[in-house]
Every structure is written in C-alpha cells, then in structure tokens.
C-alpha cells in the first residue's frame, strides 16, 4: 500500500515540475501618461514589434459597462463620465482575468503593457494586495505631455471616438484627476527608479523612435 502511494507520487513529482518550470511569470510594463497623451497608440505600436499583449484597463471598463448583466456597468458609466477612478476591486479582477486567459491561451505570452493603471493610491494597493509575488512589474512607460495637447488631442478624438468622455467638461475632471491622483503615482515609482519618461508631445513616429530604445535596452 505504501510502496504504490510512493511510487504514484514519484511519478507526479517531474510532471508537476516541468509544468510549474513552463509557467513564466508576467511580465509588466504599466504605461501611464495624461489622457489623450499616446498610450493607447504606442502600445499598438509595442505590440506590432514586439511580444506583448497590450492590456488597457480604460477598455476592460468600458467592455464591462457594456457586458449583458454587469453588475457595475452604472457605476462604471458614472465614474468614466466624472473621470473618476472606479474603485480597484473591479479593475484588479478585470486585469488579471485578462492576464490568466491570455496566459491560458499561450504560454509565451507574458509580457503585459498595462495601460492606464495604476492611475491613483487605490489602484496601487489593490495591485499589491492581489498581484503581489505572482507578476513583476519590470518599469513605468511614462508619456509626459501638456495638459494642452492631452486636452486639444481629446476632443479631436471626440469627433469619432463615440466616448462619453472625450468632451471639454469630462476631460476638465479627467486632467485634475490625473494630476491630483495619478502624478503622485508616477513620482513614487520615480524615487524607486522605476520611471521610462518619454516626451509624448512629438509625432506618431518620433515618440515610438524613443520607445524603441527603451524597449531594446530593457530587454
Ligand atoms: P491615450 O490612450 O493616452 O488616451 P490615444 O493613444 O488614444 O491616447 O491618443 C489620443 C488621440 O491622439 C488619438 O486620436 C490619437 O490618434 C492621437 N494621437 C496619439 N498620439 C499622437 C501624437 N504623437 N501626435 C498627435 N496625435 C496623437
Ligand atoms: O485610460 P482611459 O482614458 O481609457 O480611461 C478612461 C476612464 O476609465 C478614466 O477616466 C477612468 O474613469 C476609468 N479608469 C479607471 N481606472 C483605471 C483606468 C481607467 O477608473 N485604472
Ligand atoms: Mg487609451
């Protein structure tokens, strides 16, 4: 009886091994920056050069204010208009469900651009408290622009985006939002030497140029 517990067990053991071996921990790059600064751009860009999966947490909120039976979609709707900060609860399980489907679907992909998070002290602990130990978070992607362009590239985007926020009055809201909320968050991860700053005020082309050496040399 003993000997076939051990002799089960002695062939669980590799199997278990090489699977846990194959299991790569994520990866992140958290990619913040004013609203309409150019995150959601140079990841499309990131992700046509490199082999990541661009994860906005703006999107998966707005993918579930919409899903049939959300139980948040008002909340959610509410907040995005007043651009407020949705509480972490909410957004943490939406990031790392996409993070394990993504996962689940490909091994290799594990390295993550999270956009728009952590965008306030909340986001930052619910990351902590939940994502602690089970993913890296390697820098932050930092789009430094004036709230001017952020402002002006908003309402351009507005004529045809369809978001409810896109407009003079939300983004107002938006802009003091980031600044009284978000900046602090940069400037933490800044003492920790953890900030890429990118000037985000170019075109297209010339902020990917400097995103390209970031990401070379980061590896
Ligand atoms: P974010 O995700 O930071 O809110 P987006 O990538 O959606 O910003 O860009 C906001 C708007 O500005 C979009 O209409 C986009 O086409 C435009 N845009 C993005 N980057 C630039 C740039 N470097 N120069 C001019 N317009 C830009
Ligand atoms: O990043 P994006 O501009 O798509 O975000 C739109 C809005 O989604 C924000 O203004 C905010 O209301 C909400 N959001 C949030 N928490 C995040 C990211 C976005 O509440 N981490
Ligand atoms: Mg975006």
């Given at each position: 009886m003993l000997l076939r517990a051990f002799c089960s067990l002695a062939r669980k053991v590799p199997r278990t091994v090489y699977r846990v071996s194959l299991a790569m921990k994520p990866q992140v790059v958290f990619v913040l920056g004013g609203p309409g600064a150019g995150k959601g751009t140079q990841c499309a860009k990131i992700v046509e050069n490199y082999s990541y999966t661009h994860l906005s947490a703006g999107d998966l909120l707005r993918a579930e204010r919409g899903r049939?039976?959300?139980?948040?979609g008002q909340l959610i709707d509410s907040y995005i208009k007043e651009g407020k900060i949705v509480p972490v609860e909410i957004t943490i399980n939406l990031l790392k469900k996409a993070m394990e489907e993504t996962m689940q679907l490909?091994?290799?992909?594990?390295?993550?651009?999270?956009?728009?998070?952590?965008?306030n002290q909340d986001n930052m602990e619910g990351w902590n408290k939940v994502m602690d130990g089970k993913?890296?978070?390697?820098?932050v992607l930092f789009f430094d622009c004036s709230n001017k362009v952020c402002i002006d590239r908003c309402l351009e985007r507005g004529k045809s985006s369809?978001?409810?926020?896109?407009n003079r009055e939300s983004l107002e809201k938006r802009i003091q939002t980031y600044l009284q909320s978000t900046r602090p968050i940069i400037e933490q991860y800044e003492k920790e030497g953890k900030v890429r700053t990118v000037?985000?005020?170019?075109?297209v082309d010339e902020v990917f140029a400097d995103v390209k050496t970031i990401l070379d040399k980061e590896g």
């Open positions: 049939d039976g959300s139980e948040f490909d091994k290799e992909r594990f390295r993550f651009l999270i956009d728009g998070f952590p965008r993913a890296d978070v390697k820098f369809g978001r409810t926020d896109d000037d985000a005020s170019r075109g």
